[in-house]
Each structure stands twice: as C-alpha cells, then as structure tokens.
C-alpha cells in the first residue's frame, strides 16, 4: 500500500513569488494536515482539510493557503513568498474525522531566496 | 497555550542500553499522545501512541508511559539499537480538536 506521496521533493523559489506543493493521501484516508517544520524546530500545524473542506487552521497569515480535491489529494499554496518561509512542508493523512493518528509523507523542502 | 516541551533536546546512549525520552504537555484536557521518530531526510513515523484512559502502553521495544497528574510522557526504547538515531516527537491532541501540538523533538544519537 503506498503511503504518503509529497512533490515537489524540492522546491526553490524567490522572494514574492508563489509556490504550490502537492500531497496524495494514503489509499481509504479523507484527512490531509499540512505541517511547516523549520530547520532545527517541531512541526508547526498549517491546516486540516477534510472532505474538501477547511476543518481547521494554524497561526499562520492568509497567504498560506490550500484546497482539497475530490480524490483527497491535496494543495498547498503560499503566496508572496519570504525568506523565512523556507522550511519542510510535511503532509500528513488520517482516515478521517477523529482519527488523531496521522501518517506523514517525506516532505517538500522549500526554500525562499 | 499550544505546546509540548521536552526536557532534553539531545540524548546520547551507549548501544545496548535503554534510552528514556521525557515530554512535558501543557494542556490537561488533551486525551491523546502520540510519539513519532523521525529520520533525516524523511517524515514523521509513527511509534506508539496512548490515550488519557490508560498510563501505560507497550510496542515492540517501546513503552509509553503517561502521568497525567503531573502532565509528563515517556518514552522508553528497550536495547537502543544504531537505526534507533533520530529525533524523537512527542504530540498531543486536545479533546475535540483534532489538531496534534508538536513539542520541539529529541534527537538521539547512539554511541557504539
């Protein structure tokens, strides 16, 4: 069963520009999390789509942004973007409504010039 | 407020011996934990998880404990073995809001 797929693996942008990563959930799961881990911290939660709508969001400004598809794959899109936003951007995916155990893929690493 | 300490950032053992992972969580209504490891390079994975009714669980080489009189999770890796070198996180997750708070991570390293 495959697990968690992420892409790009890599992405490099420059400051104000936008960038969108990509996620396809785990066969059966309606949940996608989005996570920012930056260099040498924890995750730090962005948003939790479920069945193509926002469930809930973390403290992060407006530009961070996503979108459920009906096949659960996922979107994450962040706008003007900063230095500081460079970081790995991981997705994660659970069955569904609470269902806390979250299965992470390998992760986005962004990085904003 | 959101967090989940932990008591050490780093942990060093000698192969072999039994590493003790230590996390301190803020919020008394979170009613589930989880632990994950992580690798370089590579995503959270998940190692075992406990909820608030129980103080004890056990996986393979692997024990949670929970006190959540003093609101402190443990977790115990049994003959620490080389692949055992990551970071550690402790989550947890408030009743109802099915949103995990990430502490800040472990990294342990193992010494032949």
């Known amino acids: 069963e495959a697990g968690v797929t992420q892409s790009p693996t890599h992405l490099i942008k420059t400051r104000g520009q936008q960038a969108t990563l990509r996620c396809s959930p785990i066969s059966g799961h309606t949940s996608v999390y989005w996570y920012q881990q930056a260099l040498g911290l924890g995750l730090q939660f962005l948003l939790w789509y479920d069945e193509g709508e926002e469930r809930n969001r973390g403290n992060f400004p407006p530009r961070f942004s996503g979108r459920q598809f009906p096949n659960y794959s996922s979107e994450l899109n962040v706008n003007a973007l900063e230095l500081e936003d460079s970081a790995l951007y991981l997705c994660?995916?659970?069955?569904?409504?609470?269902?806390?155990?979250?299965?992470f893929g390998s992760g986005t690493q962004l990085s904003v010039l | 407020g959101e967090s989940v300490g932990l008591h050490l950032p780093t942990l060093s053992v000698q192969e072999g011996d039994n590493s003790i992972i230590n996390c301190a969580y803020s919020?008394?209504?979170?009613?589930?934990f989880i632990w994950y490891k992580q690798e370089s390079g590579k995503g959270p994975q998940f190692i075992i998880d406990?909820?608030?009714?129980?103080d004890k669980r056990q996986g393979q080489r692997v024990t949670v404990l929970l006190n959540k009189t003093v609101k402190h999770l443990s977790l115990q890796i049994a003959a620490t073995q080389p692949g055992d070198s990551a970071v550690y996180f402790c989550?947890?997750?408030?009743?109802?809001?099915?949103?995990?708070?990430f502490g800040q991570g472990t990294r342990l390293t193992i010494n032949p």
């Open positions: 989550a947890e997750n408030l009743q109802g809001a099915q949103k995990l708070v």
């Open positions: 994660a995916s659970s069955p569904g409504l609470y269902n806390e155990k979250l299965f």
């Open positions: 919020n008394s209504a979170s009613d589930y």
């Open positions: 406990i909820r608030s009714n129980m």
